[in-house]
T-cell receptor, first 113, second 113 residues
Framework: AQSVAQPEDQVNVAEGNPLTVKCTYS??????LFWYVQYPNRGLQFLLK??????LVKGSYGFEAEFNKSQTSFHLKKPSALVSDSALYFC???????????FGKGTRLHILP | KAGVTQTPRYLIKTRGQQVTLSCSPI?????VSWYQQTPGQGLQFLFE???????NKGNFPGRFSGRQFSNSRSEMNVSTLELGDSALYLC????????????FGPGTRLTVL
């Protein structure tokens, strides 16, 4: 069975600094990996996904994520944080088209002005 | 294109009652997934429907059930409500599978007293 972990409940970053939100996973076989974001009063939105190919995946709003097979990680990154990036971020993992997507518990990102 | 709609937005029930939540997916989307969101557990997968068939099911008791209609609209039912069922219930639609980009509705906030 697959699992996903977001080791940090909360991350605080100063505006303009780079940000990283961590995600590790455990699957049998090749992973399908996703990041979703939940802005206040705006619902959950898709950011990016990794299925296969380049280890660096670019997504919406300037976010990117790096797939690291040896470390079983899929960390979300952004070079320069904005206050508007403050939100709840979810990492999710699946293994094949017949299996369910499992979400992590979420990491709350606070960007400090 | 209209987004995913969920009704009702808020519900207050008492223990032992049952409840039905409704989800209308984006036009043309055939996959509908349901999730339970709570502060402590994050986002937990309930089930996924595709073409009126349950494709996957999460680890929830049999009190939680769902169905999908021929127009892809979906309903979720919870019987014999318990206090612990208080949560935000999210519906997500996607073209063919939750492995495609999922579009989430605003959710139904269920409070069980």
């Amino acid at each position: 069975a697959q699992s996903v972990a977001q080791p940090e409940d909360q991350v605080n970053v100063a505006e303009g600094n780079p940000l990283t939100v961590k995600c590790t996973y455990s699957v049998s076989g090749n992973p399908y990996l996703f990041w979703y974001v939940q802005y206040p009063n705006r619902g959950l939105q898709f950011l990016l996904k990794y299925i296969t190919g380049d280890n660096l995946v670019k997504g919406s709003y300037g976010f990117e994520a790096e797939f690291n097979k040896s470390q079983t990680s899929f960390h979300l990154k952004k070079p320069s944080a904005l206050v508007s990036d403050s939100a709840l971020y979810f990492c999710a993992v699946g293994t094949n088209r017949d299996d369910k997507i499992i979400f992590g518990k979420g990491t709350r990102l606070h960007i400090l002005p | 294109k209209a987004g995913v709609t969920q009704t009702p937005r808020y519900l207050i029930k008492t223990r032992g009652q049952q409840v039905t939540l409704s989800c209308s997916p984006i036009s043309g989307h055939r996959s509908v997934s349901w999730y339970q969101q709570t502060p402590g557990q994050g986002l937990q997968f309930l089930f996924e429907y595709f073409s009126e068939t349950q494709r996957n099911k999460g680890n929830f008791p049999g009190r939680f059930s769902g169905r999908q209609f021929s127009n892809s609209r979906s309903e979720m039912n919870v019987s014999t409500l318990e206090l612990g069922d208080s949560a935000l219930y999210l519906c997500a639609s996607s073209l063919y599978s939750s492995y495609n980009e999922q579009f989430f509705g605003p959710g139904t906030r269920l409070t069980v007293l």
